[in-house]
């Protein structure tokens, strides 16, 4: 009995040490960096790509619908550099607003998550999340715009109710 409890207590050692390592390693990887680098990181892959793609997209759909070539290279010419300078611009921005929002805590953690292979995954995935999420609530966004119009037209007074005096 004396043995097995002694394996039992080394079994249980070597978790407690492995969980730790584990744990002190992510502490560590964090700490090699700032949380301005941190957050540095965490805008260019979580925010600026996102962006980048989402802004392009739209600006795509809406030029096809004025019936636009947007797959020709004019059509790059033309609209990458003034996406490139309003990419440049808002991350300028962004930091700041990262290290209004998030504590350092919050921003290691973020940062921690991203590095691992399922952030990476999860991060990959986002700008197709939003451009997905954007054309499924478009049509109900279009629906209750509709559906806010014939109200207004149905009640004026409302609309001269809500009037700044």
């Known amino acids: ?56 997209n739209s600006m795509h759909t809406m030029m096809e619908s004025m019936g636009l070539s947007v ?32 504590s350092d805590d919050e921003i290691t953690a973020l940062y921690n998550f991203m590095k691992t292979k399922e952030g990476t995954s999860i991060n990959s995935k986002q700008s197709l999340m939003v451009e997905k999420t954007m054309l499924m609530v478009s049509e109900d966004a279009v629906k209750l715009s509709e559906s806010i119009g014939i109200a207004f037209q149905e009640n004026p007074e409302l609309i001269q109710s809500l009037m700044k005096q």
């Not at 492995?18 to 301005?36: G, K, M, P, Q, R």
């Not at 611009?89 to 290290?99: C, D, N, Q, R, T």
């Open 71 to 102: 797959k020709s290279k004019a059509m790059s010419d033309f609209l990458d550099p003034l996406i490139n300078e309003y990419i440049s611009s808002i991350e300028k921005k962004v930091p700041a607003l990262y290290k209004d929002i998030y």
């Open 1 to 56: 009995m004396g043995q097995k409890s002694i394996t039992g207590d080394l079994k249980l050692m070597n978790k407690i040490y492995i969980s730790l390592l584990l744990i002190f390693n992510t502490y560590i990887s964090a700490d090699e960096i700032s949380v301005d680098e941190m957050v540095d990181f965490i805008v260019q892959e979580q925010f600026l790509s996102q962006q980048e793609d989402t802004m392009k």
